[in-house]
């Protein structure tokens, strides 16, 4: 009986300590967290659906869209103005919100995303940081469903080398977390199609409108300018399919 007593308290004890280590991660997450500024989380509200994503459509109908996983504890909202860019070159924009702002968590909601718009026809699928690695993931598992991908400040947390998709990565010249001595290691990982766009002057924060990023440099370029040769080398990418 005392034997089953301090197996009890053992496990009680257990079981509490992972509870506190839950809220507490919990915590981390929301006092880390990156918030967009005002007038992206103003845009970003304008294009909210019921799924909880951020949805920008072109004016006119479009049959190739690109779903966009945010960085590692960003607002998503914080991407906002880059996505509606992007929606006035013709391509549908989606940006998928993740549990705790970590797309570890939220690997496959790309696919809520493609079978909700089914008139599109060709799928990029890319992200930010860690959303870049975390986009490449499910490509490399749903390779049949996409016609491409784009890193922002990224680069994928396995090897794709062999993968027939056309992919570009992009980066900035002082990104303070994926270095460029990182983004070009990282291309023995991406096929040897993969385009190489560096964004002279930029970091790793301008991707999106939200404060500076521990750790990042300090970007010589406008955040509008960033976005801008992002958006372009997007447009690209997409061209490619035409």
Known sequence: MKIR?????????????????AIGFVAWTRLARYPAFPEAAALAETAQTPQGWYVFDPEEPADTGLIF???GLVDPAAYAPLMSELS???????????????AIFGVNKANDVIAARPEI?????GGHSLGGSMAAQYAKDNAAKLAGIAFMGSYP?????????????????????????????????????????????????QY???????????????REE???????????LVDQLK
């Open 69 to 71: 996983y945010p960085g």
């Open 88 to 102: 006035k070159q013709g391509i549908m924009s989606v940006i998928v919100p993740m549990p705790l702002d970590l």
């Open 226 to 236: 960033q976005q801008q040769q992002t958006m372009q080398a997007i447009v690209e």
């Open 121 to 125: 026809k060709h799928w990029i699928i």
């Open 5 to 21: 007593r301090i197996v009890r308290y053992v496990i009680v004890g257990l079981v509490a300590v992972l509870v506190l280590a």
């Open 208 to 222: 999106g409108n939200y404060g500076p990023q521990a750790g990042d440099g300090v970007a010589t370029i406008s």
């Open 157 to 205: 947390a396995g090897d794709m080398s062999q993968s027939a998709l056309p992919v570009v990565t992009i980066h900035g010249s002082l990104d303070g977390l994926a270095t460029p001595t990182k983004i070009n290691d990282s291309l023995k990982q991406l096929p040897s199609t993969t385009r190489n766009v560096l964004i002279e002057g930029g970091n790793h924060a």
